[in-house]
C-alpha cells in the first residue's frame, strides 16, 4: 500500500517487510524515469515523492538524500543485470553476455548520458556511479575468472575485459548511431572480446 505524498496517511502501525520493499520500489522506478527525463539537478526530491506516491520523509528515511537514490538506482539496475551476486554456477561467458546487453540498453546508456552531462557539477554524484556501476561490474568479471589468478592479476584481467565489452559500440550507442544488441548479438559481442583475450570457455 503506497502512501499519500499530501498526508502520508498509510495503513496504522509499523509498514510489513513486503511494504517496505514496495516503497523503495516505486521510489527507484520513479527516481530512474525521473532522472533520465530530466536530468539529475533538475529532479527534486518533491518530484520523487509525487511521482512514487511517497512522503518526502519515506524517501530520506530509507535513502537519506537524492544522491543515495540515484546510487540505488545504478546499483539495483547492476544487481539486476547480473542476477545478483555472481557464483561460480554462472559462466564468464554468461556474466559478459548480460553485461553487453545490460548496458548497451536505452536505459543503461540514458543513465549514462546523464552522468556525463551531471559529472562536472556533481562529482561526488559521478564517484558514486562508478562505484555501484563500472566497478560492480567488473567485480563480477573478476569473480568468474579461471583460477588461479592473483587479485591485482584479476583486477587488470577484468578491467580489460569490461572495456572490450563497452567498446566503439557503446559509444554509437551514446551519441544514438546504433541500435540495442539483442540477446544473441550481445552473446557474440562477448564470445569475441573473450576470444580475443585468450579467456574462452569450451
Same mark, same amino acid.
Request: no cysteine; aromatic share 6%.
Given at each position: 500500500?503506497?502512501?499519500?505524498?499530501?498526508?502520508?496517511?498509510?495503513?496504522?502501525?509499523?509498514?510489513?517487510?513486503?511494504?517496505?520493499?514496495?516503497?523503495?520500489?516505486?521510489?527507484?522506478?520513479?527516481?530512474?524515469?525521473?532522472?533520465?527525463?530530466?536530468?539529475?539537478?533538475?529532479?527534486?526530491?518533491?518530484?520523487?515523492?509525487?511521482?512514487?506516491?511517497?512522503?518526502?520523509?519515506?524517501?530520506?528515511?530509507?535513502?537519506?538524500?537524492?544522491?543515495?537514490?540515484?546510487?540505488?538506482?545504478?546499483?539495483?539496475?547492476?544487481?539486476?543485470?547480473?542476477?545478483?551476486?555472481?557464483?561460480? #554456477?554462472?559462466? /564468464?561467458? !554468461?556474466?559478459?553476455?548480460?553485461?553487453?546487453? $545490460?548496458?548497451? =540498453? &536505452?536505459?543503461?546508456? %540514458? *543513465?549514462?548520458?546523464?552522468?556525463?552531462?551531471?559529472?562536472?557539477?556533481?562529482?561526488?554524484?559521478?564517484?558514486?556511479?562508478?562505484?555501484?556501476?563500472?566497478?560492480?561490474?567488473?567485480?563480477?568479471? #573478476?569473480?568468474? /575468472?579461471? !583460477?588461479?589468478?592473483?587479485?591485482?592479476?584479476? $583486477?587488470?584481467? =577484468? &578491467?580489460?575485459?569490461? %572495456? *572490450?565489452?563497452?567498446?566503439?559500440?557503446?559509444?554509437?550507442?551514446?551519441?544514438?548511431?546504433?541500435?540495442?544488441?539483442?540477446?544473441?548479438?550481445?552473446?557474440?559481442?562477448?564470445?569475441?572480446?573473450?576470444?580475443?583475450?585468450?579467456?574462452?570457455?569450451?
Amino acid at each position: 500500500m503506497l502512501e499519500n505524498p499530501t498526508t502520508g496517511s498509510r495503513k496504522k502501525g509499523r509498514p510489513s517487510e513486503d511494504e517496505r520493499e514496495d516503497r523503495k520500489t516505486a521510489i527507484l522506478d520513479a527516481a530512474a524515469q525521473l532522472f533520465i527525463r530530466n536530468g539529475y539537478g533538475q529532479t527534486t526530491v518533491d518530484q520523487l515523492a509525487s511521482a512514487a506516491q511517497v512522503t518526502k520523509r519515506t524517501i530520506y528515511s530509507y535513502f537519506g538524500d537524492k544522491s543515495a537514490v540515484f546510487a540505488a538506482v545504478i546499483e539495483r539496475f547492476r544487481l539486476d543485470s547480473v542476477s545478483g551476486s555472481p557464483t561460480k #554456477a554462472d559462466s /564468464l561467458a !554468461e556474466t559478459s553476455a548480460r553485461i553487453v546487453y $545490460a548496458l548497451h =540498453s &536505452e536505459h543503461a546508456v %540514458g *543513465l549514462h548520458r546523464l552522468m556525463i552531462a551531471e559529472a562536472a557539477h556533481f562529482p561526488e554524484l559521478a564517484a558514486a556511479f562508478y562505484a555501484s556501476g563500472p566497478s560492480g561490474y567488473m567485480a563480477s568479471i #573478476a569473480a568468474m /575468472l579461471p !583460477e588461479p589468478v592473483s587479485p591485482s592479476e584479476a $583486477a587488470w584481467i =577484468s &578491467e580489460a575485459v569490461f %572495456g *572490450l565489452l563497452l567498446g566503439e559500440q557503446h559509444r554509437k550507442r551514446l551519441l544514438g548511431l546504433s541500435a540495442a544488441p539483442d540477446m544473441e548479438a550481445a552473446r557474440r559481442h562477448a564470445n569475441e572480446t573473450l576470444r580475443i583475450l585468450g579467456l574462452s570457455v569450451p
